[in-house]
């Protein structure tokens, strides 16, 4: 036997890992029958919809996904998400990590006041402040823009206490090295401490992403027109529009969720590091 066998700890098979292991797969088969179904039931024809009962459907046909881009604003829809979801992640990951670095690492009047103002909002559930942005939006003309979407989305107080505590346990040095050698706080900012946490950067991005893409009650009370409705609101019309051909509907849903899909699925290791940061800010 080798080093390097020797080395490794031995696994042993018990009752319990063996129950532990069942019952995660069995979750897990629980939790992705309805994808499957969605899915297979959007590859039937609408007829089949309601009178077929099997596994995989015994012809399996596009017409659902090619009437969902043919006969709706999806195309519209998906640009809208893609906007606004992509002016989100950019916006509120920069400004989260200018705001974590700044409490961290300046020293300015009101900084504690500042800090105890965002852990406050975080303790604020979102529901509960939909009428009061709305109110504003609507005053201010907002309503059905992009501007109305994206501005209320933008407050996410969780991001900046993850880049606080990132920057906090960055060691000390690195900051007086920099300032001695006559760096800027914009060249610290940009140069030593976002490098250094690119990894973060990236799952939050992507969490973020995720969830702007996700959105669905603010966005559904700011929007009033079909031209400015993102995918998650605009399969909802699709369902009023087309009654029961669930082929149809569920055809949107699932081109409405295959980018979330494709992101997890390429950045899973990252999505999973951001849902363990904001677990454990949460916790």
């Known amino acids: ?9 031995a ?27 969605a899915i297979v039931t959007s590859l039937r024809a609408d007829q089949a ?13 596009l017409a659902g996904y090619i009437f969902g881009i043919t006969n709706s604003k999806l195309p519209i829809w998906y640009l809208n998400s893609t906007i606004t979801s992509v002016v989100i992640t950019f916006v509120a990951v920069f400004t989260a990590a200018s ?47 992009y501007q ?20 906090d346990g960055l060691p000390k040095e690195y ?14 900012f940009y140069r030593v401490f976002l490098p250094m946490n690119w990894g973060v950067t990236t799952a939050m991005a992507i969490i973020t992403f995720i969830g702007a893409w996700n959105s ?12 400015m409705m993102t995918v998650t609101v605009g399969i909802t019309a699709v369902q009023d529009a087309f009654g029961v051909a669930y082929g149809r509907v569920l055809s949107g849903a699932v081109m409405a969720s295959l980018p979330v899909a ?4 390429l950045f899973q290791r990252r999505v999973t590091q951001a849902i363990a940061l904001s677990a454990g800010i949460k916790g």
Do not use: C
């Open 1 to 9: 036997m080798s080093d390097t066998e020797q080395s490794r700890p």
């Open 148 to 167: 109305g979407i994206i501005l209320p989305m933008l407050l996410t107080p969780v991001t900046v206490i993850v880049y606080k505590g990132f920057f």
């Open 99 to 145: 705001t974590g670095y700044a409490i961290s690492q300046l020293r300015f009047p009101g900084r504690r006041l500042l800090w105890w103002i965002i852990l406050a909002s975080f303790m604020i559930p979102v529901p509960a402040l939909i009428v009061n942005h709305f109110v504003i939006v609507a005053n201010t003309n907002m309503l059905n823009t």
């Open 262 to 265: 494709l992101a997890y699925l």
């Open 49 to 61: 919809t309601v009178t077929e009962f099997t596994l995989w459907p015994s012809e399996p046909t």
């Open 11 to 37: 696994r042993r098979f018990t009752i319990g890992g063996a129950l532990l292991t069942l019952l995660t797969i069995l979750a897990a088969v629980i939790w992705f029958i309805p994808i499957y179904w």
């Open 216 to 227: 669905f009650l603010w966005p559904f009370l700011a929007v009033q027109s079909e031209e």
């Open 175 to 188: 900051r007086e090295a920099a300032v001695m050698d006559g760096a800027s706080e914009y060249q610290l």
